[in-house]
């Protein structure tokens, strides 16, 4: 068990071009989680799969954000015509399955749109 | 979505117990009570978590009111490495876990 890997860490864009994030969830966990943290405030939810079903996706915060996860392995969070609001770090969470179970996050990846 | 509400920052000595407490009157029935800790440029680290029944594992206490409208975490015995963010928060639904702004913890030696 290694954890739930994030790639990059970092990442630094010019306004207006596309990003995509990856996340290798625990191998075991049928979920996977999103969230969004800025500065001096919780993770906010985005969304989130069960196995490769993407169960809630109305948190997306606009059409510009959209997430994959083929197979129900790893998933992949993309970003189009980035703007200087979506400067975020973004997590990622995997789980055994609701909440009636922990959560256990990456390291997430740090996006700066400058 | 519910939503929790803490105290900004709280201050503790090390080696003393700590109570860092979350309300949440909004709770649902069936919303799991969720504590994480966050220390800077890393992800949230989970703590403990439960329903109704006050808990215990390794890390910590967990203190559930009869009415769930509020929660204390409890660490028995402060260490410097327990300086960190701590977030109470809650989940249930289809919405994954509501985070609310947190307590930073500060431990003085």
């Known amino acids: 068990d290694t954890g739930v890997s994030q790639d990059p860490r970092h990442k630094i864009t010019k306004r207006g071009q596309n990003v995509t994030f990856r996340c290798d969830p625990i191998?075991?966990?049928?979920?996977l989680y999103w969230y969004r943290q800025t500065l001096g405030q919780g993770p906010e939810f985005l969304t989130y799969f069960q196995n490769e079903a993407q169960l809630e996706k109305s948190r997306l915060l606009s059409d510009r954000f959209s997430a994959e996860r083929p197979k129900g392995s790893f998933s992949t969070l993309e970003i189009q015509r980035t703007e200087q609001g979506d400067s975020a770090m973004y997590l990622c969470a995997s789980s055994w399955g609701g909440s009636n179970y922990g959560y256990t996050f990456g390291s997430g990846t740090r996006l700066t749109v400058v | 979505d519910a939503k929790t509400t803490q105290p900004n920052s709280m201050e503790s000595n090390e080696e003393e117990p700590v109570h860092l407490p979350c309300n949440h009157s909004t709770i649902s029935g069936t919303d799991y009570i969720h504590w994480y800790r966050q220390l800077p440029s890393q992800g949230p680290e989970y703590v403990i978590h439960?329903?109704?029944s006050n808990v215990n594992n390794r890390m910590a206490s967990l203190a559930i009111a009869e009415d769930r409208k509020s929660s204390t975490l409890i660490l028995h015995r402060a260490t410097l490495r327990d300086a960190a963010v701590y977030y109470c928060?809650?989940?249930?639904?289809?919405?994954?876990?509501?985070f609310g702004k947190g307590t930073h913890l500060i431990i003085q030696p």
């Open positions: 928060s809650l989940g249930g639904g289809a919405d994954g876990l509501t």
């Open positions: 439960g329903l109704t």
């Open positions: 191998s075991e966990h049928n979920r």
